[in-house]
């Protein structure tokens, strides 16, 4: 079978507009959560938000892109730039449908559409946006970083809440497997304006908390909801034996990959399909549950939730017998871009072979069995990765992230 | 051996066809199902026809907390998804739920929940900040609208990968094709595929107000869809939604099922042109034939009829002719084309689904559906494109292809069964 590298990342995340930003702050456990000012959300019952601060769309994008464009997208191009300069990819330079692209996208441009709904009701048909039609729908990344880097071959889009980040780069994966040579894969999200955070505290999971270092505590025993964040990742996927015959730097493989479905409440006597999917994505990739090195785990910090990944990881390893981290709670839940952020952190710990701490978490249930790390990134010899995403209605996605050898 | 992938059951919501029956009739009758728009106040807008369905959700047998939770999107799909079932003769009970996946297209999703939720909690528009005391608890499902896909696995007893897939207005096609590779590369046996929208609502229909997409036909909306006639001045927004039992072959032997069709190819690509725009020469469309063609092992003389996107813009109608002669070469002036749309508008999303499952009926029945409303072609779109009336013939092999936004393109082949090789 074909094997699928990373040979370039790019990432906007709240902690780090960067990848090497964003990899220093979750080394040194710098977070990217803090008040919400994208607006005033002081009367709102959840106040705390993963923002994303400076970043400034005219330095990233093309001028003309910015009318049209929100700023979900304007996060997404500017992640798929540098993935591609990371990669030194030029598109052109391959066949003409040699390069595609995946993305997920949860919320589609929602600030965007927002101000159209306003103006609609407000002002009439009239006011609408020329540009309406394409910055607000879940298919918008995909068609602008396919205009704007010129990539023609297969295009994709996924949405299943957090887990469609992971659902996109398996997409990718076979798109490779099939014979486009490059793929640009990953999400993005952002929905900051007020009716799209109103539409997230209407989950009932968002975490109340107002002090940044206790408000996400994923497998906390206070673990009491999560923070939303904005951004997310993007990769460039090749085909192995093609990336090394450009000499390209390998980051890692995709190895492995799988979803599942939960089974529909209260129908079954069968648990959730978290370690089904775990253990699928293991199986695909060649391995066996003990040459996993780290899991990244979801890390929903709603307490039941939590309750469901740990006892599938007990289950799938054994007890305490692999470590898990979830670095997210430096930057919040990122919805599509939260999976592709965390491969890039996979990828990275692999690299440099250190495992980066689940930030602000302090005591976790024993009845969990989980060898979370907490406070200070561990150094560990890592080869084998697994990332786990579960999406709001069922959805379960697993990638298996592994070493490239020479 | 690659595995090899059937339709064995088929359900619909279409405008003029609330069950497979009808909308076929509707079909193969030339007759259309555009109308002054009903769904919403067609008030200031330039574009006032739409083709809706006939959907109460309550005849369907949904409970009352099934029609709040779900977009009306949904609704349409679970309904379709409960004939497909039935249809394919598919019983959950019996099959390996983990080997039962879903693929949803769906462009808007949610929108027209959206736009109910936005009027509610802004004060129809008056207030940016929205007022807490009017949250929905479902809005964050209509906000990420994956849960669409989950409803459908709900259904379906479905615990394989699940997902929505939302290309613009290739997604009910590329759902189709996701639910094909998932069965192909062995994760699935069976793939609950197809695709919804509901967008008939004020910010949809508005959006393409803007930019004059949608016609403004409006004193004659039962001829206001017009693909390929050169009087033609946009499309028609619809709603809808086609839900199809995808089945490894082997598997559908098993339990002795009867195929529809078999799918034998598929591929996308984008334009990488314009969000909304299609350059005239049709290449990447005809690579996403090409490839799928190929896929088929069939050569353009094998194709006996060609489903159009046929949108009833003028920029579509030239771009897919020309990406019908790039890629069929001199056999695309022999090829019945046609373009359903011109009977049950353009549902977005959904329309891709509702189209394979035309293509699926037309092998089944040896029918042709026309392209309606076509009395004066355009001269650029000089290919025989079925004009009004049915055309029975044998038909062993179709291709279908759709244009969406962002620049997708994509195009899917369909055989009679037990053509090729023996079943």
């Known amino acids: ?184 894969t990953g999400g993005v999200d952002s929905s900051f304006d007020p009716w799209g955070w109103a539409s997230h505290v209407s989950s009932g999971r968002l975490s109340r908390g107002r002090d940044p270092e206790r408000a996400y505590l994923p497998f906390d025993v206070d673990a009491n909801g999560y923070v939303p964040g904005e951004g997310g990742a993007l990769l460039v996927l090749e085909e192995a034996s ?75 390893f054994g007890p305490g017998r692999v470590p898990v981290s979830a670095p997210k709670a430096l930057t919040g839940r990122l919805y599509a871009g939260g999976g592709p952020l965390d491969v890039t952190t996979a990828l990275l710990a692999i690299r440099d072979g250190v495992i980066p701490a689940t930030a602000h978490t302090s005591a976790v249930p024993a009845s969990y069995g989980l060898d979370l790390v907490l406070r200070e990134p561990r150094r560990a010899e890592l080869r084998s990765a697994l990332v786990l995403a579960r999406g709001k209605g069922g959805f379960n996605s697993a990638v298996v992230v592994r070493c490239t050898d020479g | 051996m690659a595995r090899r992938v059937v339709i064995t059951g088929i359900g619909v919501r279409t405008p003029g066809g609330n069950d497979v029956k009808e909308f076929w009739g509707l ?25 809706e369905c006939d959907f109460d959700p309550r005849r369907e047998g949904l409970t009352p907390r099934e029609i709040r939770r779900m977009d009306r999107a949904t609704q349409l799909a679970v309904a379709s998804t409960r004939d497909a079932l039935r249809d394919g003769g598919l019983d959950t009970a019996q099959t390996d739920p983990h080997r039962v996946g879903v693929a949803l297209g769906s462009a808007v999703a949610a929108a027209t929940s959206l736009e109910n939720e936005y009027l509610v909690l802004s004060d129809s528009g008056r207030q940016w900040m929205v007022d807490h005391d009017y949250l929905s608890p479902h809005m964050f499902d209509y906000l990420t609208p994956g849960v669409a896909a989950a409803e459908v696995a709900w259904v379906a007893g479905a615990e394989g990968p699940v997902s929505l897939v939302s290309d613009g207005c290739t997604s009910g096609l590329d759902a189709v094709g996701h639910g094909f590779r998932l069965i192909r590369e062995g994760s699935v046996d069976v793939a609950i595929a197809g695709a919804t929208d509901a967008p008939i609502t004020p910010i949809v229909v508005a959006c393409f107000d803007a930019i004059k997409a949608t016609t403004p036909r409006n004193d004659d909306p039962e001829h206001a869809s017009r693909p390929f006639d050169r009087t033609r001045d946009g499309f028609v927004l619809a709603e809808g939604s086609a839900i199809l039992v995808l089945e490894d072959l082997e598997h559908a032997q098993r339990r002795g099922a009867r195929p529809y069709a078999e799918i034998t190819g598929y591929a996308t690509r984008l334009n990488a042109y314009h969000m909304t725009g ?85 092998i089944e029945h040896g029918v042709v559906p026309p392209t309606a409303n076509l009395h004066e072609p355009d001269p650029e779109c000089d290919l025989d494109y079925v004009p009004l009336t049915a055309r029975e013939m044998a038909v062993d092999a179709v291709l279908s292809v759709g244009s969406g936004f962002g620049g997708f393109q994509s195009a899917m082949v369909l055989r009679r069964p037990g053509i090729g090789v023996a079943l």
């Open chain 1, 1 to 184: 079978m074909t094997a699928v590298v990373v040979t370039g990342i790019g990432v906007i995340a709240p902690n780090g507009r960067n990848a090497s930003e964003f990899w220093s702050a979750t080394l040194s456990g710098r977070t990217g959560i803090g008040p919400l000012t994208r607006f005033d959300a002081t009367s709102h019952p959840a106040v705390l938000a993963g923002q994303i601060d400076g970043f400034d769309p005219v330095e990233q994008i093309p001028r003309k892109l910015l009318p049209q464009t929100d700023v979900s997208t304007q996060f997404a191009l500017a992640a798929a730039a540098e993935a591609l300069a990371d990669a030194n990819v030029d598109p052109a330079r391959f066949s003409r449908y040699g390069t595609g692209v995946v993305t997920s996208n949860a919320t589609g441009g929602f600030a965007f559409t927002h101000r159209e709904f306003q103006k609609l009701w407000t002002q009439g048909p009239g006011a609408v946006s020329v540009y309406e039609s394409f910055a607000w729908f879940y298919a918008v990344n995909t068609g602008q970083i396919s205009i704007r880097h010129g990539l023609r071959g297969p295009g994709c889009v996924l949405v299943s809440e957090q887990a469609g980040g992971l659902d996109a780069i398996g997409n990718a994966r076979r798109a490779i497997r099939l014979g486009t040579p490059v793929m640009v």
């Open chain 1, 242 to 316: 093609s990336a090394r015959a450009r000499s390209a730097r390998l980051y890692g493989e995709i190895a492995g990959y799988a979803a599942t479905f939960d089974p529909r409440p209260g129908s079954s006597e069968r648990p959730p399909g978290l370690r089904r999917a775990a253990e699928l994505a293991v199986a695909d990739a060649g391995l066996r549950p003990t040459d996993i090195d780290v899991v990244f785990a979801d890390g929903s910090g709603v307490r039941n939730l939590d309750a469901v990944e740990a006892a599938a990881l007990a289950d799938l």
């Open chain 2, 27 to 51: 079909l193969t009758s030339g007759r259309t199902a555009t109308r002054r728009m009903s769904l919403c106040d067609p008030g200031e807008f330039r574009s006032q026809v739409a083709a």
């Open chain 2, 278 to 362: 299609l350059k005239t020469d049709g290449v990447e469309m005809a690579e996403a034939i090409r490839v799928a063609l190929d896929e088929s092992r069939l050569n353009a003389e094998d194709v006996d009829y060609v489903n159009a996107h046929g949108s009833g813009t003028k920029q579509n109608d030239r771009h897919e002719t020309a990406a019908f002669k790039r890629s069929l070469g001199q056999h695309a002036r022999q090829i019945p084309v046609s373009s359903i749309k011109s009977m049950v508008g353009h549902s977005l999303g959904a329309i891709g689904s509702i189209e394979i499952a035309a293509c699926a009926l037309a």
